[in-house]
């Protein structure tokens, strides 16, 4: 009962929030003709990387913790993939497409950054757009390549890793960082006007794009996809940290960061390769609800 009572809780402190602004966002959309596609570049260019820029700035955290969040990534999404693969065999070559990209590509964006913030503070905040940064790579080249099943050569796929700005922000972040050269206060004062926008919109785009997700039809493949995302990937970036020997706030992110549901992203990939679209979208939706106890539970067992 005590358990329950402690779910409740941290669903109420931690998660009830995000899921409140990106459910205006899907009231919004109900009742508004809204320009998802402008919100979406306006945080693809300017919000989002200044929240990136701005966390990674002023990190307090060393470079040894971004090669370790570099592993957990890529360690969680290898066996995503491999797991999305075998639950996908005894599809045709597109369904089994996009159950490797439901298993593996997880929303560290929209949900990941500020649950982080709720549940760790600006620590937390911090470490999981480092995570977001690598993430992103990973989905915008691996996943590119998963989605389009061959059609695309990896020049192609760097190429478009290459214009994301999010990477840009990253690297010259960690560069002031690092070198400790500080940025001018008009312009820092600019980016971080930005970043506050970041979160808040992130989460009505979340809602906006759920309102907008379709499926036909009963998807019962989905499941497979959703339980690697929400079961099996957070045990394997805490079987990682052990390994690693992370502790504190940086192992609670990692295992958080590789909790979060199917990314809204992987239908636009989805619909632009035609790697079963309606499935993925299937993957996104049940796996957010399904995030709703998943990640409760994730976060009581790390506290």
């Given amino acids: ?11 109420t402190s931690t998660l009830l929030p995000v899921f409140l602004i990106a459910g205006a966002g899907y009231v919004l959309a ?3 003709s809204l320009d998802v596609r402008t919100l979406g570049r306006f945080l693809y260019y300017l919000a989002t990387p200044s929240l990136v820029f701005r966390s990674l700035y002023r990190m307090q955290s060393d470079l040894a913790a971004l090669g370790h969040l570099a592993v957990i990534a890529i360690g969680v999404m290898t066996v995503g993939l491999t797991l999305g693969w075998l639950a996908g ?11 490797m990209l439901g298993s593996a590509i997880s929303n560290n ?3 990941g950054i500020p649950i982080s913030l709720f549940a760790f503070g600006e620590a937390g905040q911090a470490l999981a757009t480092v995570y977001f940064a690598i993430a992103s790579l990973l989905s915008n080249t691996v996943g590119v390549l998963v ?5 695309l050569s990896p020049a192609n796929a760097l190429a478009a890793t290459v214009r994301a700005p999010v990477l840009y922000a990253a690297t ?16 820092f004062s600019a980016l971080d006007l930005l970043a506050g926008a970041a979160v808040p919109g992130m989460l009505v785009l979340l809602g906006i794009q759920l309102r907008s997700t379709q499926f036909a039809g009963s998807q019962r493949l989905a499941w497979r996809s959703v339980a690697v995302r929400l ?19 940086e192992r609670d992110v990692a295992i958080l960061q590789a909790a979060m549901p199917t990314a809204v992203m992987t239908t636009v990939l989805a619909t632009e390769f035609s790697a079963a679209p309606h499935l993925v979208s299937a993957i996104v939706l049940f796996s ?6 998943s990640l409760s539970i994730v976060l009581a067992l790390l506290r």
Avoid: Y
């Fill in 30 to 32: 109900r009742f508004v």
């Fill in 89 to 99: 065999r005894d599809q045709d070559r597109r369904r089994r497409a996009g159950i």
């Fill in 231 to 249: 079961a099996v990937s957070p045990l394997v970036a805490a079987a990682i940290a052990l390994l690693l020997g992370l502790g504190g706030v």
């Fill in 109 to 111: 964006g929209n949900m």
């Fill in 147 to 151: 989605a389009s099943s061959g059609s």
């Fill in 172 to 187: 010259l972040g960690l560069i002031f960082n690092q070198t400790g050269f500080p940025v001018p206060q008009p312009v």
């Fill in 288 to 293: 957010t609800l399904g995030s709703m106890v």
């Fill in 1 to 11: 009962m005590f358990f329950f009572q402690e779910l409740l809780a941290i669903f």
